[in-house]
C-alpha cells in the first residue's frame, strides 16, 4: 500500500483535490462553481502548460482552491513549448477570465516542467508566463509538485500526460529517481484516429466520451501496455510498492488495471488526477 502523509497544507488530499474540481473551469460535470468571494489574503499561483490541457489555478495563502481554468491546447511537445505566441495569447485570456472571477489582479506565477527537460529550455515555460503577465521566479520539476498534494512518503508517482508518461520514485517522501518518455494521450488519440480514417480532433471527441470508451479500450490498450513498460523499466532495482497516476490521461478507464497487470504493484488513479500537479505548482508558489 502507498504510504501517505498530509501535505504541507495539511489539507487532505482527497478535499483538496475536490474542492479544485469545483472550482476549476470548464467544470468537468456542468455543474455551477461556487462564487468567489474577493480574497483578502496572499494569493498562490499555478501555471501547467502541457502537451494537451493548460491549467492555471488559484490557491488561497492556506493552500485552498479558490478558482481556475484549463483548456485543451497543442502549445506543447515533450516538455518544450513550440507554439510561443499560441501559448503567451491562451494564458493571458485564461489569466483575464480568471481575474474577472477572482476581483483581484495575478501578477505572479509558478510554473512546472518534466523530468529531463534541459534548465535553458524550461525557462521557455517560464517565459511564457511572464509574457502572459506574471512574474515567474519559481519553477518546479513536475514530479515534486504533484507530491506536494500526494503527500506519498513511499512509492511510484505516475504522470500520464498527452505526450509522455513521467515517472518519479518516492522514499521518505523524497524523490530519489524521475524519468520521462514520449507516449501519452495523443498517442492512444493517433492510434483511434488512424485506425477509423478520422482527424485526430474526432479521435480526441472520441476518447473523452464516456460511450465510446469501451469500445476503444481494445483499440489502445497497446499504448497502455506500453505505458506500463516504460515504468517498469524505471522502477527496477527500487523498493517500489505501489504506483499512483496523475494527469489526464489517467480518466481513461481501466489504465491503472493495465498498469498493474504490467508491473505486477498495485496502481491506483489519483482523485481528479488532472488537476493533481497544477495545484502542487501553486502551492510553489510564495503567496502575495
Not at 499555478?46 to 482552491?65: H, I, K, Q, S
Not at 505572479?108 to 515567474?136: D, F, I, K, Q, W
Amino acid at each position: 500500500m502507498t504510504k501517505t502523509t498530509l501535505n504541507a497544507t495539511g489539507i487532505n488530499p482527497q478535499v483538496l483535490l475536490s474542492r479544485a474540481h469545483e472550482v476549476i473551469l470548464p467544470s468537468p460535470n456542468g455543474h455551477t462553481p461556487p462564487p468567489v468571494p474577493t480574497p483578502n489574503g496572499g494569493l498562490r499561483v499555478g501555471v501547467d502548460l502541457g502537451t494537451a490541457y493548460t491549467v492555471l489555478v488559484v490557491l488561497d495563502e492556506r493552500g485552498t482552491p479558490l478558482a481556475g481554468e484549463y483548456r485543451f491546447t497543442q502549445i506543447v511537445r515533450d516538455g518544450l513549448v513550440v507554439d510561443y505566441l499560441g501559448a503567451v495569447d491562451l494564458l493571458r485570456e485564461m489569466r483575464s477570465s480568471v481575474e474577472r472571477r477572482l476581483g483581484r489582479k495575478l501578477t505572479h506565477a509558478a510554473s512546472g516542467y518534466p523530468p529531463g527537460v534541459p534548465l535553458a529550455e524550461v525557462r521557455g515555460t517560464a517565459n511564457v508566463v511572464e509574457a502572459a503577465g506574471m512574474h515567474c521566479p519559481h519553477l518546479v520539476a513536475e514530479p515534486t509538485a504533484a507530491n506536494n498534494v500526494l503527500g506519498i512518503q513511499d512509492g511510484v508517482i505516475v504522470d500520464i500526460g498527452g505526450g509522455t508518461t513521467g515517472i518519479a520514485v518516492l522514499q521518505d517522501g523524497q524523490v530519489v529517481h524521475t524519468a520521462d518518455e514520449a507516449t501519452g494521450g495523443t498517442h492512444m488519440s493517433l492510434v483511434i484516429a488512424g485506425g477509423a480514417d478520422i482527424s485526430f480532433e474526432a479521435a480526441e471527441a472520441q476518447k473523452q466520451d464516456p460511450a465510446e470508451q469501451t469500445r476503444l479500450f481494445p483499440i489502445i490498450r497497446p499504448v497502455m501496455e506500453k505505458m506500463g513498460t516504460i515504468v517498469n523499466k524505471h522502477i527496477q532495482g527500487f523498493e517500489a510498492q505501489s504506483i499512483t497516476l496523475v494527469g489526464g490521461t489517467s480518466l481513461f478507464p481501466d489504465i491503472d488495471t493495465v498498469i498493474q497487470e504490467v508491473t505486477g504493484l498495485p496502481t491506483r488513479v489519483a482523485p481528479h488526477p488532472l488537476f493533481v500537479t497544477p495545484v502542487g505548482i501553486a502551492m510553489h508558489d510564495q503567496a502575495v
